[in-house]
């Protein structure tokens, strides 16, 4: 018979870290169905691609996305799929929109993630046709996906559930027994529906939209470590994963994750659990030489399976005005987002009370780690209606004017409309000597890109081909710090393991889910800023990568999805070749 596909003469990387080798692969009925050293008959086969010079890789797996409501709107999640990724989780951060009603789902999903909530709440109202996992699983598997899809039920989706979103967001409410049981069972649910987990959120940075509850924490962070308790037992019962993050606030309450994790106590196993974030963060630049070691000490002194997310770039952030969630970590910061309204919001930010607030709170500093480094000097202006000011800091403007950087700040945020001000700093993974450390801590794990949220604030679609990037360049530079066999490793089938996915590894009889790179292309343009428009969002420009002549072809299921810059005719729409991947099922077949 036939292939469906030949990638012909490419450098084949099959996962699992070996070194590559030349070879051609044959695709056939969405498999691997071969990989030879020798020629393959290329005979009734309709596309061959030449891969000589290139690298053949299996599909990268973003196991941090929150494309929960834009899979309803564009299947595809192109910006994903052009760069190479072949498997997305959603699901994370206790945000799902599985079991809590349309409008709750919207509140709690659209200020957090900073996704515009008229489109959030039209997705859901138009396409959420589910009442429980095993319909949410089957509605999202027959859309036409570009990429697999795989997911989390959400700890705040699910409390939310049982509790209403009132109650659930609620200090002081605790679950009675029977409420704390249905959660119990509804997680249960989730699970047989292939489910690969829970996610939750410690962290009470995080706050909820709409008008009703407006400016209040996720539901997931009243919890009380007995609610959490109760629902990792599930999990572990199961053999299934917890993704969450501790409280950066409160850094020893870490512990509880490592003691929830571990395989002692009478246990008869471990809870593997994937933990937000680890980075070298400006704002406490010695926690990167201790969070690794710490975290592997304690993995072994508990027999506990914790490992941190890290983002393999520099990260960096933009925002307009102060529509950042860093801003989050402040009670004045929260006050002013709080406001959807441009005019009292610059109100509030010429206010001298509100200044006088902010400044105490914004000098302050706290015993644990914080998101932001707070360094007005550290924060650039990159558009501005006053042009002067474009290529300055908030500091230099400060230091020019005699007074406070946040007052600085604020002015040219009320002089120039609060929105029309543009801005960048990068918060984390600025010194290259640590960032490779980091790529090599077997504490960690690559993800953590936010793909679908935070439109304006960042754009991380890339982050594998930028790490293949400083990994390629090292390597010519005589100072590797990895090698590309393990780089793609830990981008591929290493979270694949973790995350108890079937996918990461491209050998025969695997799915065919690949990546074609040119390595000569792995240069500057990785780092590029670039916006797009976004028809489904209003026509919103959001951030984007763009550097199409790294990725010669993504394929996924067998099938060639994007090449050449371009994506096949239907794709999103009319032709599927993504699938909802259920944890513990065998590989599905293809269309």
Known sequence: MPYDVIIRDGLWFDGTGRPPLTRSLGIRDGLVAEVSAAPLDETGCPEVIDAAGKWVLPGFIDVHTHYDAEVLLDPGLRESVRHGVTTVLLGMCSLSTVYADTEDAADLFSRVEAVPREFVLGALSTHKTWTNPAEYVAAIDSLPLGPNIASLLGHSDLRASVLGLDRATTRGVVPTDAELEMMAQRLDAALDAGMLGMSGMDAAIDKLDGDRFRSRALPSTFATWRERRRLIKVLRRRGRILQSAPNVAKAQEALNFFLESSGWFGRRRG???????????????????????????????????????????????????????????????TAALHLRDQLERNALLADPEYRRRFRRSFDRRTLGPALWHRDFHDARIVGCPDESLIGKSFGQIADERGIHPLDAFLDVLVDNGERNVRWTTIVANHRPKQLDKLANEPSVHMGFSDAGAHLRNMAFYNYALRLLKRVRDAEQAGRPFMSPQRAVHRLTAEVADWFGLDAGTLRRGDRADFVVIDPAALNDSVNAYHEARVAFYGDLSRMVNRNDDTVVATGVNGRLVFSAGEFRDGYGTTVRSGRYLRAGAPRPATV
């Open 271 to 333: 809870v593997r659990m994937s933990l937000l974030v680890s980075a070298d963060a400006k704002s406490a630049p010695g926690a990167v030489h201790v969070l690794g070691r710490g975290t592997r000490l304690l993995n072994r002194l508990l027999d506990a399976k914790v490992r941190f997310q890290h983002l393999p770039v520099p990260f960096e952030l933009y925002s307009d005005g102060i529509d950042l969630p860093v801003f989050e970590e402040f009670g004045a910061g």
